[in-house]
């Protein structure tokens, strides 16, 4: 904090956390720590409120293997991820997410075959940035806040990055929020394309011939 203190924002079981907040007190100078409750609630449990940053758009796509493409827009392009398994609603699930090249914002338009394969827009809208660290700097030190609006994902998500070098390598999380869908599989349950309605799968089979 400004005042050289320390703030720490934690989520667990009351237990784990009264044990936490006891070691703290058995460890720091007397009457040095404090503890409040927090609402989880939307971005309400970031740092800061969200910060409207652009748009986001989900594409699923079927090349080489099948994937979701989560894009954000950063300083005027899309910064993405592809995520094999597609996002979740569920706070308890941690999809892998690879991040590969920027995309530009033409890009999120694009629904139709690719060769040998096809892509839809499976869920778009705008979204905000939290935390404490500013964006793009948040995705540089590995790891990022952030709530969505779309049609089919809503509420505080997370990218925390495990793996860098050429290829790095995040995890895509659902905070634990009032849009949360504990057990659901949004995959699963919506599979169709904001943008026309058809699935990935009928796309692929009406024109299975075509390069």
Same mark, same amino acid.
């Not at 999809?95 to 040998?116: C, I, K, Y």
């Given at each position: 904090? &400004?005042d050289?203190?320390?703030?720490?924002?934690?989520?667990?079981?009351?237990a +784990?956390?009264?044990?936490?907040v006891?070691?703290l007190?058995s460890?720091?100078?007397?009457?040095?720590?404090?503890? &409040?409750p /927090?609402?989880?609630?939307g971005?309400e449990?970031?740092a %800061?409120?969200g910060?409207p940053?652009?748009?986001?758009?989900?594409q699923?796509?079927?090349?080489?293997?099948?994937?979701?493409?989560?894009? #954000?827009?950063?300083?005027?392009?899309?910064r993405?991820?592809?995520v094999?398994?597609?996002?979740?609603?569920?706070?308890?699930? !941690?999809?892998? /997410? #690879?991040?590969?090249?920027?995309?530009s *914002?033409?890009?999120?338009?694009?629904?139709?075959?690719?060769?040998?394969?096809?892509? %839809?827009?499976w869920?778009?809208?705008?979204?905000?940035?939290?935390?404490?660290?500013?964006?793009p700097?948040?995705?540089?030190?590995?790891h990022?806040v952030?709530v969505?609006?779309?049609? !089919? #994902?809503r509420g505080?998500?997370?990218?925390?990055?495990?793996?860098?070098?050429? !290829?790095?390598?995040?995890? #895509?999380?659902?905070?634990?929020?009032a849009?949360?869908?504990?057990?659901?599989?949004?995959?699963?349950?919506?599979?169709?394309?904001v !943008?026309?309605?058809?699935? *990935?799968?009928?796309l692929l089979? +009406?024109?299975?011939?075509?390069p």
């Amino acid at each position: 904090m &400004e005042d050289g203190t320390l703030c720490v924002h934690a989520e667990g079981e009351h237990a +784990a956390l009264e044990e936490l907040v006891s070691w703290l007190r058995s460890t720091a100078p007397h009457d040095s720590v404090s503890d &409040e409750p /927090a609402r989880v609630e939307g971005h309400e449990q970031f740092a %800061i409120r969200g910060q409207p940053a652009g748009v986001f758009v989900v594409q699923e796509h079927q090349a080489t293997a099948h994937h979701f493409d989560v894009r #954000l827009q950063v300083e005027g392009v899309m910064r993405s991820w592809a995520v094999p398994k597609g996002p979740s609603m569920d706070p308890a699930v !941690k999809r892998l /997410a #690879l991040e590969v090249e920027d995309h530009s *914002l033409t890009h999120n338009e694009f629904e139709g075959r690719t060769g040998g394969g096809a892509v %839809i827009v499976w869920d778009r809208g705008h979204y905000e940035q939290g935390g404490r660290v500013p964006w793009p700097e948040a995705l540089e030190r590995g790891h990022a806040v952030f709530v969505l609006h779309g049609n !089919k #994902l809503r509420g505080g998500f997370a990218l925390q990055r495990t793996r860098g070098g050429e !290829k790095p390598q995040w995890l #895509l999380l659902k905070r634990r929020d009032a849009s949360a869908r504990p057990g659901s599989d949004v995959v699963t349950e919506h599979p169709e394309s904001v !943008k026309s309605g058809q699935t *990935l799968e009928a796309l692929l089979a +009406a024109n299975p011939h075509q390069p």
